[in-house]
């Protein structure tokens, strides 16, 4: 036992020897760089004001190397150097254009300055030192001036240098003339095209064609060289300059196969829209706004410097998939205004889901705010990645709104553009062809910005006699400067139960309107207004009836489901499956992306859908079917599905403000009056529920106690209503359907309570 007490205190000593030692922390080399730059200025200072003997030692030393000549030059050099050393922690590129030809034009004038056109040759070098007058250009420039003297003789020398001389101020501007041609370009390019547009096309346009030129010294000649070799790849041939690029095309929905097209943003052959133009319509003539209305476009074109910093974290990315075992190699990037977006091809045998367990790392070590995988991109054998930029890049709406003027949809009075995808192209979604739309997404996320931004495209681009507006606003603040355009069937619907009345109008006159398509044999109303346009043609008068497109948008549409989820819901239902053909579209928007409010009936019937920020994945699935929308930035950020998409694309959102929408109101409004029509106007407020014609008055004095009941404690079940007023099971499971049907509680799920859905402050007029 003694023994092994003795072992074990050995060991615990051992153990406590062991752990005494600890590691002395280190000197970074940046420090140590930077340590080394101050005592070596504080040197070259002592050396220059000839400071004791230290200082008029050094001093000589300079002076034999450099001469008397040019020794100030040097000393600011040295100087420069150091300043450099001091901010960067590293030495200044010597191999660079810039510093080449600053040493060229340094050692030549030391070289010129010790011409004599007696002497030349190598001996000069022995008499310079033998002298001990170190005067001219030095040791230095008397080696440079004795080799090419003796070459060249000194004439030949002296002329030599000038060469060298004005090479070095080539090299050391070279940089600054291309930067100031690229500019010159731009600006020439920037009034060409103000010209092409005023003015019409050229037939021999193919003369014209400037050829590429290729850049001496590009500028990967000027940037530092990396410490590792990196692959070539389309980060070393990438192309600083915006203007260069070909146009993308944006996307659009094709009417036969509802798939994405690619079609170009091109403003060549397009006459140019003139908006001042009265438009003749059945009340007079009606002047389209113009987009001289909307705030004018400040040119937010990012610069290189975004550029750069995207070609940087391409290759980081590169090298920090390489540390976790994943070759890639980046492809292709695209500079969105928000988000850039890498695409990255992965090595045979590598696997999708590796990558997509790195997306916490790779977060980490990009420092970014969040990183949205797309694994794999739909029709390209890639896996991107979208990182946010660190300037974003505001998509103000007056610039869509004139490219869209430019594009084959403008035709289309439905069609509306959204924002820029990834790749900065427009995006335009035409409401005739989704032909529903779901909007979705958190408070602040841009919501309501994209709702005016759509209202606002139609007021812009459609006639009243083309086009309707329905506006349901519950909250009362969104939609009510909307209020007397001419556009309106109605006055801006806030009441929640008359809105359930409105939408059942709307669903009548879905049904009136394929009464007369059935009348006069025609499929939908494309055809039918074509039919009734020529047969008022032939007939001279209007005796058939031209139909407009009817869009209802309801902003909040949970506040509707609350106050009349059974009416809301069914009328939904009908208007979404059967309103396509007749020119009746909706777009529901909400704030509260749960099951309770998007129900399946709603999601299946409302194949298109935009998805804004969301708090959780849950969410996302909810709005999308799939994940994505809680990796969005906010503030008009959102995914965008529309029917036909395998998957959703992201789109930064068109920014309009108040200001904007209320000039482009009251220029709508001073053209013409609204005409608002009686039954939309006059519609009644919408029966809660089916079940209400089972039960008799005497049951409808208990429903209404056991409604104010239910709304007050907040909980409501068979058992408790039991209790409290006294009456048999049939009728409180009765009444327990009754609320529920008319939307007051919710259903049974499973041992849960059932969740009451109006709040008690909510229902004061209730009583």
Same mark, same amino acid.
């Given at each position: 036992?003694?023994?092994?007490?003795?072992?074990?205190?050995?060991?615990?000593?051992?153990?406590?020897?062991?752990t005494k030692k600890k590691a002395q922390p280190m000197l970074s080399a940046?420090?140590?760089?930077?340590?080394?730059?101050?005592?070596?200025?504080?040197?070259?200072?002592?050396?220059?004001?000839?400071?004791?003997?230290?200082?008029?030692?050094?001093?000589?030393?300079?002076?034999?190397?450099?001469?008397?000549?040019?020794?100030?030059?040097?000393?600011?050099?040295?100087?420069?150097?150091?300043?450099?050393?001091?901010?960067?922690?590293?030495?200044?590129?010597?191999?660079?254009?810039?510093?080449?030809?600053?040493?060229?034009?340094?050692?030549?004038?030391?070289?010129?300055?010790?011409?004599?056109?007696?002497?030349?040759?190598?001996?000069?070098?022995?008499?310079?030192?033998?002298?001990?007058?170190?005067?001219?250009?030095?040791?230095?420039?008397?080696?440079?001036?004795?080799?090419?003297?003796?070459?060249?003789?000194?004439?030949?020398?002296?002329?030599?240098?000038?060469?060298?001389?004005?090479?070095?101020?080539?090299?050391?501007?070279?940089?600054?003339?291309?930067?100031?041609?690229?500019?010159?370009?731009?600006?020439?390019?920037?009034?060409?095209?103000?010209?092409?547009?005023?003015?019409?096309?050229?037939?021999?346009?193919?003369?014209?064609?400037?050829?590429?030129?290729?850049?001496?010294?590009?500028?990967?000649?000027? *940037? /530092? !060289? #990396? &410490? @590792? =070799?990196?692959? $070539?790849?389309?980060?070393?041939?990438?192309?600083? %300059?915006? *203007? /260069? !690029? #070909? &146009? @993308? =095309?944006?996307? $659009?929905?094709?009417?036969?196969?509802?798939?994405? %097209?690619?079609?170009?943003?091109?403003? @060549?052959?397009?006459?140019?829209?003139?908006?001042?133009?009265?438009?003749?319509?059945?009340?007079?003539?009606?002047?389209?706004?113009?987009?001289?209305?909307?705030?004018?476009?400040?040119?937010?074109?990012?610069?290189?410097?975004?550029?750069?910093?995207?070609?940087?974290?391409?290759?980081?990315?590169?090298?920090?998939?390489?540390?976790?075992?994943?070759?890639?190699?980046?492809?292709?990037?695209?500079?969105?205004?928000?988000?850039?977006?890498?695409?990255?091809?992965?090595?045979?045998?590598?696997?999708?889901?590796?990558?997509?367990?790195?997306?916490?790392?790779?977060?980490?070590?990009?420092?970014?705010?969040?990183?949205?995988?797309?694994?794999?991109?739909?029709?390209?054998?890639?896996?991107?990645?979208?990182?946010?930029?660190?300037?974003a890049a505001m998509v103000p709406y007056n610039e869509i709104f004139q490219?869209?003027?430019?594009?084959?949809?403008?035709?289309?009075?439905?069609?509306?553009?959204?924002?820029?995808?990834?790749?900065?192209?427009?995006?335009?979604?035409?409401?005739?062809?989704?032909?529903?739309?779901?909007?979705?997404?958190?408070?602040?996320?841009?919501?309501?910005?994209?709702?005016?931004?759509?209202?606002?495209?139609?007021?812009?681009?459609?006639?009243?006699?083309?086009?309707?507006?329905?506006?349901?606003?519950?909250?009362?603040?969104?939609?009510?400067?909307?209020?007397?355009?001419?556009?309106?069937?109605?006055?801006?619907?806030?009441?929640?139960?008359?809105?359930?009345?409105?939408?059942?109008?709307?669903?009548?006159?879905?049904?009136?309107?394929?009464?007369?398509?059935?009348?006069?044999?025609?499929?939908?109303?494309?055809?039918?207004?074509?039919?009734?346009?020529?047969?008022?043609?032939?007939?001279?008068?209007?005796?058939?009836?031209?139909?407009?497109?009817?869009?209802?948008?309801?902003?909040?549409?949970?506040?509707?489901?609350?106050?009349?989820?059974?009416?809301?819901?069914?009328?939904?239902?009908?208007?979404?499956?059967?309103?396509?053909?007749?020119?009746?579209?909706?777009?529901?928007?909400?704030?509260?992306?749960?099951?309770?409010?998007?129900?399946?009936?709603?999601?299946?019937?409302?194949?298109?859908?935009?998805?804004?920020?969301?708090?959780?994945?849950?969410?996302?699935?909810?709005?999308?079917?799939?994940?994505?929308?809680?990796?969005?930035?906010?503030?008009?950020?959102?995914?965008?599905?529309?029917?036909?998409?395998?998957?959703?694309?992201?789109?930064?959102?068109?920014?309009?403000?108040?200001?904007?929408?209320?000039?482009?109101?009251?220029?709508?409004?001073?053209?013409?009056?609204?005409?608002?029509?009686?039954?939309?106007?006059?519609?009644?407020?919408?029966?809660?529920?089916?079940?209400?014609?089972?039960?008799?008055?005497?049951?409808?004095?208990?429903?209404?106690?056991?409604?104010?009941?239910?709304?007050?404690?907040?909980?409501?079940?068979?058992?408790?209503?039991?209790?409290k007023f006294r009456i048999g099971y049939n009728k409180a499971a009765r009444?327990?359907?009754?609320?529920?049907?008319?939307?007051?509680?919710?259903?049974?799920?499973?041992?849960?309570?059932?969740?009451?859905?109006?709040?008690?402050?909510?229902?004061?007029?209730?009583?």
């Open positions: 036992m003694a023994a092994k007490k003795k072992t074990n205190a050995r060991r615990k000593s051992n153990k406590k020897k062991t940046s420090l140590k760089l930077r340590l080394t730059a101050l005592i070596l200025g504080f040197l070259t200072v002592v050396a220059y004001l000839k400071l004791g003997i230290i200082g008029v030692l050094l001093h000589s030393v300079f002076a034999f190397f450099f001469g008397n000549v040019l020794i100030a030059t040097a000393y600011i050099l040295i100087l420069l150097i150091l300043l450099y050393l001091l901010i960067n922690a590293r030495l200044p590129k010597m191999s660079s254009p810039e510093a080449v030809g600053i040493m060229m034009i340094f050692f030549s004038s030391l070289m010129i300055s010790c011409y004599g056109k007696n002497d030349q040759g190598i001996k000069l070098i022995m008499t310079y030192l033998q002298s001990g007058h170190y005067i001219r250009g030095g040791f230095i420039g008397y080696i440079f001036y004795g080799i090419f003297s003796a070459l060249f003789a000194p004439t030949g020398a002296l002329w030599a240098g000038i060469l060298f001389i004005m090479i070095g101020l080539v090299l050391s501007t070279l940089k600054l003339f291309f930067k100031y041609k690229e500019y010159s370009e731009r600006e020439s390019e920037i009034m060409e095209e103000e010209e092409e547009e005023s003015a019409p096309g050229k037939f021999f346009d193919f003369l014209h064609r400037e050829k590429k030129e290729r850049v001496l010294f590009p500028d990967r000649a000027f *940037e /530092e !060289k #990396e &410490e @590792k =070799p990196v692959k $070539e790849s389309v980060m070393d041939a990438f192309i600083f %300059d915006e *203007e /260069e !690029k #070909e &146009e @993308k =095309p944006a996307l $659009e929905f094709d009417e036969p196969s509802m798939r994405l %097209d690619i079609k170009d943003d091109v403003k @060549k052959e397009e006459k140019p829209i003139i908006h001042n133009e009265p438009v003749k319509t059945k009340k007079g003539d009606y002047q389209l706004p113009s987009y001289k209305l909307l705030n004018p476009v400040k040119n937010q074109k990012q610069g290189n410097d975004e550029m750069r910093n995207a070609k940087i974290v391409g290759k980081n990315l590169e090298e920090l998939l390489k540390q976790f075992g994943v070759n890639v190699h980046v492809e292709d990037l695209m500079i969105g205004p928000t988000v850039t977006k890498y695409e990255l091809k992965l090595e045979i045998g590598t696997r999708v889901n590796k990558i997509l367990s790195l997306q916490d790392d790779i977060q980490l070590a990009l420092a970014a705010k969040d990183i949205r995988i797309e694994a794999p991109i739909p029709g390209k054998p890639y896996v991107g990645i979208e990182v946010p930029n660190k300037n490219q869209s003027m430019h594009d084959k949809s403008w035709e289309n009075k439905t069609a509306v553009p959204l924002g820029k995808d990834v790749s900065g192209q427009l995006i335009v979604a035409e409401l005739n062809k989704l032909p529903h739309l779901l909007v979705a997404g958190a408070t602040g996320s841009g919501k309501s910005v994209c709702i005016n931004s759509i209202i606002t495209s139609i007021l812009m681009k459609a006639t009243p006699d083309e086009v309707k507006l329905i506006l349901v606003d519950p909250k009362k603040v969104e939609l009510s400067n909307y209020n007397g355009v001419p556009h309106l069937l109605a006055p801006v619907v806030t009441d929640p139960k008359k809105a359930a009345g409105v939408l059942q109008e709307v669903v009548s006159e879905m049904e009136r309107r394929y009464e007369v398509f059935a009348a006069n044999n025609k499929r939908n109303m494309a055809s039918y207004n074509k039919f009734a346009k020529e047969q008022n043609e032939a007939n001279g008068d209007d005796a058939m009836e031209v139909m407009p497109y009817i869009i209802v948008i309801l902003d909040e549409v949970a506040d509707l489901m609350m106050v009349a989820s059974k009416t809301v819901e069914d009328c939904i239902m009908r208007i979404s499956q059967m309103a396509r053909a007749a020119g009746i579209h909706m777009i529901v928007a909400t704030q509260r992306p749960s099951t309770d409010i998007i129900t399946g009936v709603i999601k299946a019937n409302i194949p298109s859908r935009i998805a804004f920020a969301v708090s959780s994945s849950i969410d996302s699935r909810t709005i999308l079917d799939t994940s994505g929308a809680e990796k969005l930035l906010g503030k008009g950020d959102m995914l965008f599905s529309p029917m036909g998409s395998s998957s959703p694309i992201r789109v930064q959102g068109a920014f309009v403000d108040d200001a904007e929408v209320a000039r482009v109101v009251d220029f709508v409004s001073n053209q013409m009056e609204a005409d608002y029509d009686d039954k939309y106007v006059n519609a009644k407020e919408a029966s809660n529920g089916s079940s209400g014609s089972d039960s008799g008055d005497d049951l409808d004095e208990e429903y209404e106690e056991c409604r104010a009941f239910v709304i007050q404690m907040q909980k409501a079940s068979t058992s408790l209503l039991q209790r009444i327990i359907d009754e609320l529920e049907a008319n939307g007051v509680i919710g259903p049974q799920m499973g041992s849960k309570p059932r969740e009451v859905y109006i709040k008690s402050y909510s229902e004061e007029d209730e009583n």
